[in-house]
């Protein structure tokens, strides 16, 4: 099992700046990708922004030029910049670690932060 655990979130202005980190622990697989999720009530949860297993980046068009992800190969770590931040920010930001178990893909999910952007 893979435990992750995020922290950094709450409440910001709009326009302000928040760090989110995730620390993965227990059996960490050999291959796999990490990303941050987004959800508000009554939505389904959204791709924020993820590194795969191939080191490649992306982002929700929403928040390219605002957000930075970065993964730490050495920690098993993860973190989100978040820059100039908007109320459709809103919501709550889960940690993702997904990788393949027996060909089939499984998803690791932290309990999640809280990020309201609000004056």
């Known amino acids: 099992q893979v435990q992750l655990v995020e922290s950094g979130g709450g409440l910001v202005h709009p326009g302000g700046s928040l760090r989110l980190s995730c620390a993965a622990s227990g059996r960490i697989p050999d291959r796999f990708g990490m990303g941050w999720y987004r959800q508000t009530p009554g939505k389904e949860r959204e791709l924020v922004a993820k590194?795969?297993?191939?080191?490649?980046?992306q982002y929700h068009d929403s928040v390219k030029g605002r957000f930075t992800i970065s993964r730490d190969y050495t920690k098993n770590a993860l973190s989100l910049q978040m820059n100039s931040l908007k109320p459709d920010n809103t919501g709550v930001y889960y940690c993702?670690?997904?990788?393949?178990?027996?060909?089939?893909?499984?998803?690791?999910w932290g309990q999640g932060t809280q990020v309201p952007v609000s004056a």
């Open positions: 993702n670690l997904v990788t393949r178990e027996f060909a089939v893909p499984r998803n690791y």
């Open positions: 590194v795969t297993d191939k080191r490649v980046t």
